[in-house]
């Protein structure tokens, strides 16, 4: 078994020792099994600290993982003899899978290329209404906000 084998080396220096004490070998193989706990504990603490300063970073760019994710938008709303003000809503962000293959002649002879796309889509909306201070009172705004995303077909228009 390859997990023994440091143990087998240290009963074999042990074993040519000239003091060969049963209380001797505890204490080297216990010896080294704490070292190799220690290293292996200092492993760990390393690798999970630098994967959690790589999630630290991309926190704030989820959108940029494949799919479609919601994100906030803000944006400048200018309305004519009206208060300009800023309005974050909930948007649509990030990319979904595509691809052309060449169709079967003899089955769509007229079609040469088969392509799928999905495009990045908002699937379920709500309203976000907000208050503004116009020239003739205040007047109240609704926009839309996006509640659920998901790859969808591409649609032309």
Known sequence: MVGNAPEKKIESI?????????????????????????IWFLFVAVSSSSDFI?????????????????VGHTRKISIPNCVEFHMTTNACRGYCESWAVPSLPKT???????????CCNIMETENVSARVL?????RTLTFKSAVTCSCYHCKKD
């Open 14 to 38: 042990l074993s040519v020792c000239p003091t060969p004490h049963s209380k001797l070998r505890r204490a080297v193989s216990y010896s080294f099994q704490a070292s190799m706990l220690a």
């Open 54 to 70: 790589l999630n630290e970073a991309s926190a704030s760019e989820v959108w940029q993982a494949p799919g479609c994710h919601k």
């Open 108 to 118: 769509t002879p007229s079609q040469p290329i088969t392509s799928i796309g999905q």
């Open 134 to 138: 116009c020239v003739d009172g205040l």
